[in-house]
């Protein structure tokens, strides 16, 4: 984590606004109150954009699958050091098909023996948009060689709302959810 209190306080819930209440109530519902969520709650307005966007990445009409989205979720998460987003995607991916091998692995990169060569390619675009914020050449030729064109997109959209979530994370000192460890590695205290 990079900081190890809130710099933006969660809204409690019982100080919300009607506009407060009728954003989280679905996550209220499903039981899936997140700090990231109590804290966006202090702009509402903003929280309102972010999660139409946010929905689609994490959604079916995603068009990678749920295995190759967290595959890139995770690599930004890591690179962006965000203890939070990689704490929350290690579950997620674990759901999604990833095995424990495979998460430590994303921490190695696209280098790791774990990988198909479609994998490494996703890794290596999200390295790639890490540090450049552009996909090479060669690493584009290698996405292509094994997703179409709308998969080939949503790896960058993918990979750009994860490196956003991460800023807020980071920049915000959201805090772990009750019952998370932090990642050893991931730990800048």
């Given at each position: 984590?990079?900081?190890?209190?809130?710099?933006?306080?969660?809204?409690?819930?019982?100080?919300?606004?009607?506009?407060?209440?009728?954003?989280?109530?679905?996550?209220?519902?499903?039981?899936?109150?997140?700090?990231?969520?109590?804290?966006?709650?202090?702009?509402?307005?903003?929280?309102?954009?972010?999660?139409?966007?946010?929905?689609?990445?994490?959604?079916?009409?995603?068009?990678?699958?749920?295995?190759?989205?967290?595959?890139?979720?995770?690599?930004?998460?890591?690179l962006c050091q965000s203890g939070y987003e990689?704490?929350?995607?290690?579950?997620?991916?674990?759901?999604?098909?990833?095995?424990?091998?495979?998460?430590?692995?994303?921490?190695?990169?696209?280098?790791?023996?774990?990988?198909?060569?479609?994998?490494?390619?996703?890794?290596?675009?999200?390295?790639?948009?890490?540090?450049?914020?552009?996909?090479?050449?060669?690493?584009?030729?290698?996405?292509?060689?094994?997703?179409?064109?709308?998969?080939c997109m949503d790896v960058v959209f993918t990979?750009?709302?994860?490196?956003?979530?991460?800023?807020?994370?980071?920049?915000?000192?959201?805090?772990?959810?009750?019952?998370?460890?932090?990642?050893?590695?991931?730990?800048?205290?």
């Amino acid at each position: 984590m990079r900081l190890n209190a809130p710099r933006i306080p969660m809204v409690p819930q019982d100080q919300w606004t009607p506009q407060q209440a009728q954003l989280a109530a679905p996550m209220v519902e499903r039981d899936n109150m997140l700090n990231i969520f109590r804290t966006l709650l202090t702009h509402p307005d903003a929280m309102t954009g972010f999660m139409g966007w946010a929905s689609y990445v994490l959604s079916k009409r995603n068009t990678l699958s749920r295995r190759d989205r967290e595959i890139v979720v995770l690599r930004i998460g890591f690179l962006c050091q965000s203890g939070y987003e990689w704490t929350q995607h290690v579950e997620i991916g674990l759901k999604c098909g990833l095995t424990e091998a495979e998460v430590a692995a994303i921490k190695t990169g696209a280098d790791a023996t774990n990988w198909t060569p479609a994998e490494s390619a996703l890794i290596r675009a999200a390295d790639d948009l890490h540090r450049d914020h552009f996909v090479s050449d060669s690493s584009w030729t290698a996405l292509t060689a094994h997703f179409d064109t709308k998969q080939c997109m949503d790896v960058v959209f993918t990979a750009a709302q994860y490196t956003q979530v991460s800023m807020i994370l980071n920049s915000f000192g959201v805090q772990l959810d009750p019952g998370q460890v932090l990642d050893p590695d991931l730990s800048k205290l």
